[in-house]
Each structure stands twice: as C-alpha cells, then as structure tokens.
C-alpha cells in the first residue's frame, strides 16, 4: 500500500485510497480547474472537501501542503520517478496533469507555449480581475458608497473579455481545434462570472460572442459538467 505518511494533511483527511491522486478542494472557480482536469484525464483520484465555512484552509494540516492556504491542492503518490509529489496553485496543477497525461497540452512544441500563455493570462488577469469584481458584485463590496473600484474591476473584466473575444474569433478553443488547459482554466472564471458574480449584463457578456459560444461547447462537457460540481459541498 502506498504510504502517504510524509504528508500531515492526511492526519486530517485520511485517504481511503492512497493509491490515488488526493485532491484537497471546494468548487469554487481555482478549485474546479483541477476537478475538471481531472474528470478529462481519467485519472483515479479521492476527494476531500476543504471547507471554508469552518476555516478548512487555514488549518495547520492544510498549510502543511499549500502555505498559501488556499485551494486546490493535490497529493499525486505516483509522482515524478515513483515518488509521491504534493502540488498547490490550480496552474501548476493543471500543467503537472498534463504533462503526466501526455493531453491537453496541444499537438506539438508551439501549442504547448501557446497553451501556456493563455494559461498565464487567465492565472495573471482573468482570475485575479473577475475575482475582485464578483467582490465588488456579489459579496461585502457591494455596499460600498464608492463605486470607483467597483468600476475599475468592470473596465478591466470588459478588457479581458474582448481580448478573449479576439483570440476565438473563427476558432473552436484557444488553441484552435484542439481543447487545452487554456480552456479549462477559463471555463469555471467565466460561468462563475455571468452566474454566481451576477456580471453578465454589467460586463456586457452578450456583446463578446465569440466568448459565449465558447464557454456553451465547454460547459457541454460532460467531464467539464462533472467537475464543476466537485467536491460535493456539504
């Protein structure tokens, strides 16, 4: 049996099957980046919820594997050379599954960085900006008189999306006709940003068809439909 012993998360949440990926999560729009992958690849894998409500995340057991404390993060026993590897960032998650796969990554040297790039983007501008405008949307920002970065948020979110726009015109995915990471670390940001923040009208998500038509192909995904409710919240 695989002896993840190493890793103190695993004294809070034991491992049923140790033999498999461990992923330590909540289907918030970082943590369904990993589900997804997950669900794409076919990889075996064991979840454990990571609640917020009762500071899940900051808990010593977690910071042990993600000092950030933040979600997700991931035990692979089958890791680099046969070593099991504990991994944290969504990103560097999505690129270790690929590479471990062989998938996702495009067809050849130049859609890998292409793939990269718009991982980048989305890990630099897409979640950081939507982030903070479903803040300044949905939760305690909302009830700022000053509305100032609220605005800010918006203009930059409007920006992103008609950058987007551009780089699907006449194109399947952002890597042409072959779905990648870039995809599925963009899917759960922009459902996440016309459904749970509330944004679609504000943004003007209906004027960036290119965006929409894509994030309907992806959210037909039954891998993607899957992932997105994943982990189970209690």
């Known amino acids: 049996m695989t002896d993840l012993s190493a890793f103190p998360i695993v004294t809070r ?22 589900s997804i992958m997950l669900e794409e690849t076919g990889l075996p894998y064991e979840v454990h919820l990571v609640d917020f409500a009762k500071d ?7 910071v042990s594997l993600n000092p950030n ?3 997700p993060a991931m035990i692979d026993p089958d890791g680099p050379g046969g070593t099991p590897i ?33 991982l980048m983007f989305q890990m630099g501008g897409v979640g950081p900006m939507f982030g903070q405008l479903g803040f300044f949307r949905k939760f305690a920002g909302k009830d700022f008189e000053d509305k100032r970065p609220r605005d800010r948020y918006v203009a930059e979110a409007k920006r992103l999306l008609g950058v987007m726009d551009a780089a699907l ?18 899917i759960g940001w922009v459902n996440a940003l016309i459904t749970f923040y509330e944004a ?3 943004v003007g998500f209906d004027e960036v068809a290119n965006v929409a038509a ?18 189970a919240r209690g």
């Open 214 to 231: 894509w994030l309907e192909r992806g959210l037909a995904r039954p891998a993607v439909q899957r992932g997105l409710k994943i982990p």
């Open 86 to 118: 504990g991994l944290f960032e969504s990103g560097a998650i999505l690129l270790y599954l690929a590479e471990k796969t062989g998938r996702f990554l495009g067809e050849g040297p130049g859609d890998r960085w292409r793939a990269i790039q718009w």
């Open 169 to 186: 015109a006449g194109k399947q995915w952002f890597l042409g006709e072959g779905y990648s990471i870039a995809d599925i670390s963009m």
């Open 56 to 62: 899940d995340q900051k808990s010593d057991a977690f």
């Open 13 to 34: 949440w034991p491992a049923q099957h140790p033999d498999r990926i461990q992923l330590y999560s909540l289907p918030t729009p970082n943590g369904v980046k990993a």
């Open 200 to 202: 679609r009208e504000i």
């Open 69 to 71: 404390g933040k979600i």
